[in-house]
């Protein structure tokens, strides 16, 4: 299946193998297959860059980027980056025993994005917390 479609998603195989094989497999026994059989999740790109990056004067290019590089010092290096996490990312649903509430607290009625700035090989510095997302005028005034 994956070799037909490298895109399928775990439910789409657990369905198919269900409806076309008559196997009742698992998500979880699907990831451990995947993993025993050395299958990794990876991030698909559109298709007109492996023809960009096939051209030979864009692997020159790269290629000679890349040689500059080799002398930079990665304790050097910051990072600029919006690094954001929003309130709509609490867990909702939890467990708890049978006859007791669900002791977690999470924000109610104030969703919001909180923006942060450069991240360093140690650790993040310069953070600059919003409440929203970057925009230019913020980002001019970070970097200034």
Same mark, same amino acid.
């Given at each position: ?9 775990? *439910? ?31 991030? +698909?790109?559109? +298709? ?36 954001? +996490?929003?309130? *709509? ?8 025993? *049978? ?24 650790? @993040? ?8 997302? @970057? ?5 001019? +005034?970070?970097?200034?």
């Amino acid at each position: 299946m994956v070799e037909a479609t490298t895109n399928i998603t775990l *439910k789409e195989m657990q369905v198919r193998l269900r409806e076309e094989k008559g196997v009742a497999a698992g998500i979880r026994m699907l990831c451990r297959f995947f993993r025993g059989h050395d299958y990794t999740k990876k991030m +698909a790109h559109a +298709a007109e860059q492996d023809a960009e990056q096939d051209r030979a004067d864009v692997r020159a290019r790269r290629e000679s980027w890349f040689e500059g590089q080799l002398d930079l010092d990665p304790a050097k290096l910051v990072f600029v980056d919006e690094t954001d +996490a929003s309130t *709509k990312m609490a867990r909702l649903c939890g467990r708890a025993p *049978k006859g007791e509430r669900l002791r977690a607290g999470v924000p109610h009625d104030y969703w919001a994005t909180t923006t942060f700035g450069a991240l360093r090989l140690e650790a @993040m510095t310069a953070p600059m917390a919003l409440d929203g997302p @970057m925009t230019a005028a913020w980002f001019l +005034a970070y970097a200034e």
